[in-house]
């Protein structure tokens, strides 16, 4: 298969160019952000950026027929058939647990910040994946509140992405019919990141091919207690009796009610070899399907994603019967 290659400025980021019509077929993201990279060179996905004099180069290593089509209304029914999945036996929603991106900069030779930076390519990766399978929702792991512990520095750049990653996918979304939307503690966030978040929410809100919802500074229990909360104030306020509370009154506190339909992923993939939940939906997931693998989170691939769901479609689920 034939590589192409475009030499770019290194003052220009990757997020700033227009790839017109004319270009399809080199495989490269839109609007993704720029991997900081050594002397020798960083790979996310099939893109291979390096660093050669003056000039970023970016080698694009997919073919025409390996471009994924993101605007068929429903499911890419020739991408499963060819996947060897079945579009009947696909998860609504899928949650997932990025992890190893720090660790994935480290193996190359390249700051934290180079592994934080791949989260935002990737994630849209998945995106693209989740339309053409037809699932619905896609909660995406973002930060959780015990992050917030590390150092300013790499928080400060962490939310940074976290902003121009929102800003710069708000346009593709709409175009592509993903309706953003955040779960998770907002107070605490710097006042740009909340201004884009309420930006992306007002704009896509009537998008409904696929929800993306983004869990930022996050945690499952503190979930859990808020929601107490919130039915306690109702109690006191006289808006409800204790004895009408039942499991549908408590789940509409819970932030993923702003998913009406499917508001509980059916499967979760965690990354980079942990086997646990990290505080991460930790009501939303008692009957969830889970799945560990130890690719680290840059490196996950089309390929990593069609084995996940066939993990899934082998298995039945019995729901405790």
Known sequence: MQSTYFPLSIQTPISCLKFRASLPSVGLRRNSPLVPVSPAYASVNGTTIAQSGGNIIVKATQSVDEIINIDEEQFDEEFLLRAGLEAERMPKHIAVIADGHRRWARQKGLPPKSGHRTLAPVYKDISRLCCKCGIKVFTAYLYSPENMKRSQEEVETIMSLFEEGIRSNMEESMRHGIRISVIGDRTILPKSLVEAITEAEEKTKANSRLHLILAINYGGQNEILQASRKLFKKIKDGLIQEEE???????????????????FPDFMIRFGGELRLSNFLSYQLAYAELYFTNTLFPDFTEEDFIIAMKSYQKRNRRYGV
Do not use: A, D, R
């Open 245 to 263: 509370i039942n499991i549908k009154l408590f789940e509409q506190e819970l932030g993923t009610n702003i998913c009406s339909k499917f508001p």
